[in-house]
């Protein structure tokens, strides 16, 4: 996670990057820094979340777990284009981050990224009004690191939340698991599958339902899971999927997604299954469309609109 001060709008020159394209990032960080404190001070319990929201409602997506897990790392790599090196040099957080992500009317949510050090169950601080407003919780799980301690955390964070917000999507993102052969990496994602499952039915919550991805920066998994997770709150993904079919049954073409161009997340894709090797390739061809368009493409056009 990056230090907070790091954590600013995206500087203008920055549109040049993305050729152009659109892609509001908004942080509000003094005001979620004035509600944390406010929270965790406990000093003054009336400033919620969504008062000082600007009204606007979207869907919120919460990055949580241990600290060091990966959080901030992923939110950069995704939605700032950071390569996964630098992440490398990102401090470690100490304040409620808030960003909004708003690239398309399809693509358009909070991230409420929490630090890892923090503890949201303190009494002063409001965790039902965090989880009332909320579309999907993250809980990263470092697996390179014993994850004891990860899975009870996570244990508490989804029975609570649960409590507050049966409607959640509840996503656990098995990282880093580029260190891990392949062997190991299914042996650990079946471990934590059932210890956490296991956890759950003991405490008589076996409905909750936990997705599982295994993901890195440093490869394409980050971005396809992060897709799925968003999927889920786009309503209508039914029809998306529905005209990606009748897209491709008229075509000829093996397979289409719907893609968001900046993050490189789909948005849907046709019935068929999700080949990581097609996804990558276009991901890659996305990449050089960008690049592309940052020499030639829509910069220069303004020059031309406004010299
Ligand atoms: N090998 C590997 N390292 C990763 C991956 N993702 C993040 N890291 C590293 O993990 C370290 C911690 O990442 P952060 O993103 O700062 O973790 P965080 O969860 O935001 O940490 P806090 O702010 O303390 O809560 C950094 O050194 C990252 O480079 C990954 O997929 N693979």
Not at 234 to 250: R, Y
Request: charged share 25%.
């Amino acid at each position: 996670m990056s230090g907070g001060s790091e954590r600013s709008p995206v500087p203008a020159e920055d549109d040049s990057d993305t050729g152009g394209l659109d892609y509001d990032y908004d942080d509000d960080e003094d005001e979620i820094e004035a509600f944390a404190e406010a929270q965790l001070g406990g000093e003054d319990g009336e400033l919620g979340f969504n008062d000082s929201l600007n009204g606007e409602v979207k869907p919120r997506i919460l990055l949580m777990g241990l600290r060091r897990s990966g959080k901030s790392s992923i939110q950069k790599v995704v939605f700032h284009k950071m390569s996964p090196n630098e992440t490398l040099f990102l401090e470690s957080t100490n304040k409620i981050c808030r960003e909004d992500v708003s690239s398309s009317s399809f693509v358009s949510f909070q991230i409420w990224d929490f630090p890892g050090q923090i503890d949201f169950f303190d009494p002063s601080f409001d965790y039902e009004m965090i989880f009332r407003g909320t579309g999907a919780l993250i809980f990263v799980i470092d697996s390179q690191d014993d994850y004891v301690e990860a899975l009870n955390r996570l244990h508490l964070t989804v029975t609570r939340a649960y409590q507050v917000n049966p409607d959640i999507s509840f996503e656990v993102f098995i990282h880093k698991v580029d260190g891990l052969s392949d062997d190991h990496k299914i042996e650990k994602q079946r471990d934590i599958h059932k210890r956490a499952n296991d956890d759950l039915a003991d405490a008589g919550l076996e409905k909750i339902h936990l997705s599982f991805y295994l993901t890195s920066i440093y490869d394409h998994s980050i971005f396809e899971a992060f897709s799925k997770v968003v999927q889920k709150l786009i309503p209508q993904l039914p029809t998306l999927e529905n005209l990606l079919n009748i897209f491709i049954s008229n075509s000829g073409i093996e397979k289409a997604f719907l893609f968001d161009v900046v993050s490189k997340i789909y948005i849907a894709t046709d019935s068929s299954p999700v080949d990581m090797q097609t996804y990558e390739l276009c991901c890659d061809m996305i990449d050089v469309v960008i690049d592309i368009s940052c020499i030639y493409g829509a910069f220069h056009c303004l020059d031309l609109i406004h010299p």
